[in-house]
T-cell receptor, first 110, second 116 residues
Framework: AQRVTQPEKLLSVFKGAPVELKCNYS??????LFWYVQYSRQRLQLLLR??SRESIKGFTADLNKGETSFHLKKPFAQEEDSAMYYC????????????FGQGTTLQVKP | GAGVSQSPRYKVAKRGQDVALRCDPI?????LFWYQQALGQGPEFLTY????????KSGLPSDRFFAERPEGSVSTLKIQRTQQEDSAVYLC??????????????FGPGTRLTVL
């Protein structure tokens, strides 16, 4: 079964501290993985996708097929990073049907 | 231009009522998705359209749920005989195929449905 697991519902860090939001997936083929973010009172939006191997707003995520993980990292958290983060898997063969994790709330304290 | 819009933004229904939720995708976007997001959960896929064709409805929880996109643009999600477990935020997303392996989905603000 295709599944995305985000084990932490809430992650609270101080400004300037490193951040790692965990994501594990279950998928039999070659996965397409993404991180979506929802800031307060805004709509859900794409943060980054593993295939582009890009860094957005200082965040990076590396696909580890051996550990079936796609953790989101940032070396120095900023207060504006406070938001809800969702890890998602496209298990449809690239039609775009997404399977989301339960989400992790990141709270960056001043 | 404008992003994905959804209406109404909030809907309160009495148990047993029928509701209709509307999604206006970004102009020209071929693909349209509906997701259901229960409180404290991530979005869950309901159904997918490519133009007017409904290619995947595997996520619709029961035959009370019905979606259509007759002209390949606006889509309506209809829920008949609403139940309390239908209470959730219903998200619509659209994307435009670009020939790459993944097309970014643009989400609407959602419709929050409360069934009393």
């Amino acid at each position: 079964a295709q599944r995305v697991t985000q084990p932490e519902k809430l992650l609270s860090v101080f400004k300037g501290a490193p951040v790692e939001l965990k994501c594990n997936y279950s998928y039999s083929g070659s996965p397409e993985l993404f991180w979506y973010v929802q800031y307060s009172r805004q709509r859900l939006q794409l943060l980054l996708r593993h295939i582009s191997r890009e860094s957005i707003k200082g965040f990076t995520a590396d696909l580890n097929k051996g550990e079936t993980s796609f953790h989101l990292k940032k070396p120095f958290a900023q207060e504006e990073d406070s938001a809800m983060y969702y890890c998602a898997l496209d298990g449809s063969g690239n039609t775009g049907k997404l399977i989301f994790g339960q989400g992790t709330t990141l709270q960056v304290k001043p | 231009g404008a992003g994905v819009s959804q209406s109404p933004r909030y809907k309160v229904a009495k148990r047993g009522q029928d509701v209709a939720l509307r999604c206006d995708p970004i102009s020209g976007h071929v693909s349209l998705f509906w997701y259901q997001q229960a409180l404290g959960q991530g979005p869950e896929f309901l159904t997918y359209f490519q133009n007017e064709a409904q290619l995947d409805k595997s996520g619709l929880p029961s035959d009370r749920f019905f979606a259509e996109r007759p002209e390949g643009s606006v889509s309506t999600l209809k829920i008949q005989r609403t139940q309390q477990e239908d209470s959730a935020v219903y998200l619509c997303a659209s994307s435009f195929p670009s020939g790459t392996s993944y097309n970014e989905q643009f989400f609407g603000p959602g419709t929050r449905l409360t069934v009393l």
